[in-house]
């Protein structure tokens, strides 16, 4: 390619860029020719700019859909979870998918809990469960013990740390998976100063065991509650 071309080509990519045609003006510059190392410099300057305005305008999409009435919040986080990782704007649109993801779990556990499974956990509701945190790591669950003390104790604890993660990663059978994205889940009584943590492998090893038979379900759930951590909060 002539030099005049590729100068064109650059020129190309500047009118794309003025434009706000960003998606265009990063696949363009992805096949800049590399025979000019200056004028590839300047396409790599200008499809840099171009990704961050792109990343820039997908976090605002997103931020405009979780904004309206109604919003369809799962829509927000799809189009969030679209911002490139070396973007300026990467730790906002995970901040506010995490914040997007509390809500949406906080709103299955009050709303959709209880009319999905009303025998199994008839209960629920009494508990108030309260989504408290999400982070890249973790989900932090508190629950309501005042009108039964019992629940508070570390057997409590064990109990609704299990519940609450067959709710989250399901159960291999009637609970579909809700959420994934996290290794670890905490949960509290709200009345007390103890909490129960317990890892999403070790769950997972339990609906592994689950399949295979080769242990009672018993045993596997006395080993479950036996790798749940009790410890101060």
């Known amino acids: 390619m002539p030099r005049q071309a590729a100068e064109e080509s650059l020129e190309e990519l500047r009118s794309l860029q003025s434009q706000g045609n960003y998606q265009e003006c990063i ?16 396409a790599r300057a200008i499809e840099a700019a171009c990704s961050r305005a792109n990343d820039e305008n997908t976090l605002q999409r997103a931020v405009d859909i979780a904004s309206q009435p109604n919003a369809d919040l799962q829509k927000a986080i799809d189009t969030a979870a679209t911002v490139s990782s070396n973007s300026p704007v990467y ?35 009494m508990l108030q469960p309260t989504v408290e945190q999400i982070t890249a790591e973790q989900v932090t669950i508190s629950y309501d013990t005042s009108g039964n003390p019992r ?28 959420y994934v994205g996290f290794t670890r889940l905490v ?28 242990t009672s379900k ?13 410890a101060d909060r």
């Open 218 to 230: 018993i045993q596997l759930a006395d080993q479950l509650r036996s790798q749940i951590q009790i």
């Open 151 to 178: 629940r508070a104790t570390e057997d409590g604890i064990r109990t609704y740390t299990t519940v609450f993660m067959e709710l989250l990663r399901g159960n291999g059978e009637m609970i579909e998976p809700k």
């Open 27 to 42: 696949s363009q510059a992805q096949a800049f020719p590399s025979l000019f190392s200056d004028l590839l410099d300047t």
């Open 91 to 125: 730790e906002d649109s995970q901040n506010r998918i995490l914040q997007w993801q509390k809500i949406i779990l906080q709103g299955y556990l009050t709303n959709d809990v209880p009319k999905q499974f009303p025998e199994d956990f008839a209960n629920l509701p």
């Open 187 to 214: 949960v509290y009584p709200r009345q007390g100063n103890q909490q129960g943590i317990l890892s999403a492998d070790d769950w997972q090893t339990y609906l592994d065991g689950k399949v295979s038979a080769a």
